[in-house]
């Protein structure tokens, strides 16, 4: 793949990836104040399980073009370091997401929300538990990470005047 | 796997930026456990038979289920009750608690057979030493010790996991014990 093609693909994920963000953090606020067992729930969970699934394979994805086509510095008034840390924690951001996924996927799988093989049990309590920890922690990572950025975007625009609200890079 | 830019990419981050994701991954490490009060594993046996004959030894066998018949019988009480007790805008106890025996195991632990039973000893979860120590102090859950502790939990018990503000409203207290007392009413022989 070409750097352009790279670049812009880059590009078209970011945006991508913000949007299922939004719609997924969206669920995750509103589902746990639904009753469990309730059939509103049980559609919110799909839901979140369907759209997290997506945000999942556009981070690979987008971590894979990354880690081959890096991005480059293109703001000449923002110093090396700071433009280093803030990508930094963007990769880091788009990780935490891809741990998510799989900390979910196993949460929704020992749970019994997600079956290959028909009558095949995998209900598994400590499988549940170990993993909706780490879901849950993973969750916090990236609000943090988000967070972060926000502030030093904020910070770089008042040091080096340079404006940019990019969370997803 | 890297290739050589990223490989120089990784390493122009200083060591710092290094030791401050370390740092806030170990705060999101910590977050579930200091906000929801969750852990990150069960322990499977909290108690065994015998421990738990010596737990009831000499506390006269009192059938808390049988104090049934006296609860409300009419539709719209036992929806207060439910509300009560699964609803957000209630208790919220549903979120984190099972009640019936073929309910999954969730957060926290079963509530399933509570009343009669001695604090701390339900199975599959893995309990504060708050918890452990009231089982070593002999709390029994009946519907009085209940209503204390879900009044004030953490004035009730100092330092358990229960991350919820206690239910002020003497009448939701008394809704969710009676729904309890309703729902969670163990199968014979059990």
Known sequence: MENQLAKKAGQILSWLGFSLFLIVFINMVQAPRITIGSEEREIMRNFHIFAGTFLMAISMFRVYLWIHFPPQKNHRLLPEQDYTFIHFLQFFLYCSFIAQGISGFLMAWSDGAIRFMQGIDTIDHGLWTISGYLHSAFGFLYIMLILIILILRLYHMLRFRVFSLNVFA | ?190
Request: charged fraction near 25%.
């Open chain 2, 1 to 190: 796997m890297f290739s050589l830019d990223m490989r120089k990419y990784v390493n122009n981050a200083r060591g710092m930026h290094w030791l401050f994701i370390v740092f806030i991954i170990g705060i999101a490490f910590y977050l579930p456990f200091l906000i929801f009060g969750a852990f990150p594993y069960n322990t499977k046996t909290n108690t065994n038979p015998v421990e738990m004959e010596k737990l009831l030894d000499g506390i006269e066998a009192v059938d808390f289920y049988a104090m049934n018949q006296y609860l409300p019988k009419s539709s719209e009480e036992i929806q207060k009750e439910i509300d009560a007790f699964e609803t957000w805008e209630g208790g919220k106890c549903r979120f984190c608690h099972a009640v019936k025996k073929d309910d999954r195991d969730r957060m926290a632990p079963t509530l399933y057979g509570i009343f009669g039973r001695p604090a701390g000893v339900g199975n599959n979860y893995t309990y504060s030493d708050a918890l452990i120590n009231m089982k070593g102090n002999g709390l029994i859950w009946t519907p009085e010790t209940l209503d204390a502790f879900i009044l004030n939990p953490s004035n009730y018990i100092p330092g358990n996991r229960m991350r919820v503000e206690g239910i002020e409203d003497p009448e939701t207290r008394k809704l969710i014990v009676n729904y309890l007392m309703r729902e969670s009413k163990p199968i014979k022989g059990e």
